[in-house]
């Protein structure tokens, strides 16, 4: 097989993984809440799982690039905002700190899953600008 298949195909497990994650963890701002807190059951699971695929995505990612000699399509730029957006949301709803609010936990939530949705929609659209 090509490296570049192989590396498409580990790549698009891992971001289904990630989208899994993703509503897994959302879930838990939704079932079980303590308080202004998420619910806790299987919290590390999760929260390892999704620092795993994040981290093996942008690995792929970038050995996919490479393999491409860094040739990308404009819509690939709005994907990096759109995946640092979600990135930057979900540590937002996750923080361990007891000042947030249930909302803002929430609210952080539905901006990442919709900049995910996004993504999606985004990766394949693959407009053409």
């Known amino acids: 097989m090509d490296t570049q298949l192989i590396i498409k ?3 698009m497990s891992l971001a289904s993984l990630l989208i899994l994650v993703v509503f897994a963890r959302a879930a838990t701002l939704l079932v079980g809440v303590q308080g202004e807190q998420p619910n806790p059951v299987a919290r590390k699971l999760l ?3 999704q620092h ?3 981290t093996f995505v942008v690995i792929t990612g970038l050995v996919a690039l490479y393999l491409k000699d860094f040739a990308v399509e404009p819509w ?4 990096v905002v759109l995946f640092f957006v979600m990135l ?3 540590s937002k709803a996750f923080k361990q700190d007891n000042q947030l609010l249930l909302t803002q936990r929430r609210a952080g939530m539905m901006i990442a899953v919709l900049a995910l ?3 999606i929609g ?3 659209i693959k407009p053409v600008f």
């Open 122 to 124: 985004l990766v394949i």
């Open 52 to 54: 795993f695929s994040v």
């Open 76 to 79: 690939f730029y709005a994907k």
């Open 117 to 119: 949705l996004s993504l």
């Open 47 to 49: 929260v390892g799982l």
């Open 88 to 90: 930057s949301s979900l």
């Open 9 to 11: 195909i580990v790549h």
